[in-house]
């Protein structure tokens, strides 16, 4: 049963001509007292070249547009996205799509520094080249709202609709664990630039673009369930992010940048919202592809 908050968000709406089915490979369907209903698809995993680098890109359902969902800091779209039910609640209306970032899970080394910049570039070649439908509705968790919020403004026609879960907008310092990976390590260097120069990335600079845009702001500060995935890293947000309701002031003035923004804060759950409380970012994807304001191709 979904919680009083989402109230607020709209119901699903048939959509337009639906793109290929991504056949059935790999179960990955959410489960549980608080899990979503879901469809009962499943990952299909292809590779595509984009900019010389092999990445690896999981879709699972049919439908435009294309939901694509991009993970946290130095995670993989499995450890962002499996267990918490989101995508096999949207897949029976919609294609939905995350992949593995240049140098993390299953794609190949990083041939260039990990910035902003450089990783909405390389999710726009990825979206291109993947097929999808487009535009697409982003859903960047984290510092992944960094890259979906960079993927506008450098790309905007790609971008339908946005859902921003938990946007970092205070310094993060965060630090590799002894065992990270090198494509972690390269991730959280590419943070420390964003750190470093904080008002560049922040709402003034980096604004939600004129499309459905549903900003998530999570109650506390506390770290993912345990069906999270492992970071490899050393997470300092906690510590050093401002109080609850600045916080939140913040978000909501990011929102309200968009003439399409809105603001929800989802009780109870952490930063990864999506492992907390799954539903709140369902019907948050399905009140953007609700949206009269919604991009078509």
Not at 44 to 60: H, K, L, Y
Request: aromatic share 4%; hydrophobic share 40%; with cysteine.
């Amino acid at each position: 049963m979904r919680r009083r908050l989402l109230a607020a968000c709209s119901a699903v709406v048939a959509l337009g001509a639906s793109a290929a089915a991504c056949s059935s490979t790999t179960d990955a369907s959410s489960s549980g007292d608080d899990a979503p209903t879901t469809s009962g698809a499943s990952w299909t995993t292809t590779t595509v070249d984009a900019g010389g680098t092999s990445v690896s890109v999981q879709c699972m359902g049919s439908g435009a547009p294309t939901v694509w969902l991009v993970s946290d800091l130095g995670l993989t779209g499995a450890e962002g996205w499996d267990g918490t039910g989101v995508a096999e609640g949207l897949a029976d209306q919609v294609q939905v799509c995350t992949n593995d970032r240049p140098g993390l899970g299953a794609s190949g080394p990083a041939t260039s520094d990990r910035t902003v910049e450089q990783q909405a570039d390389d999710l726009a070649a990825v979206i291109e080249a993947s097929g999808a439908s487009t535009p697409v509705v982003v859903v960047g968790q984290g510092a992944g709202t960094f890259i979906a919020r960079m993927l506008a403004q450098r790309s905007l026609p790609l971008v339908a609709g946005m859902v921003l879960i938990d946007p970092v907008l205070w310094t993060s310092n965060a630090e590799p664990s002894a065992d990270a990976s090198a494509g972690v390590v390269a991730e959280l260097a590419g943070l420390d630039l964003v750190d470093a120069d904080l008002g560049g990335y922040g709402s003034a600079a980096l604004p939600p673009p004129p499309v459905p845009t549903v900003v998530l702001g999570a109650s506390h500060t506390r770290p993912a369930r345990s069906s999270a995935g492992d970071t490899g890293t050393t997470l300092t947000a906690a510590d050093l992010s401002p109080s609850d309701d600045e916080r939140h002031t913040r978000q909501e003035a990011l929102a309200n940048k968009s003439p399409f923004g809105s603001f929800l804060l989802v009780e109870d759950a952490g930063s990864s919202i999506q492992h907390w409380d799954p539903d709140a970012v369902i019907a948050a994807v399905e009140s953007v592809l609700a949206s009269p304001n919604l991009k078509s191709s």
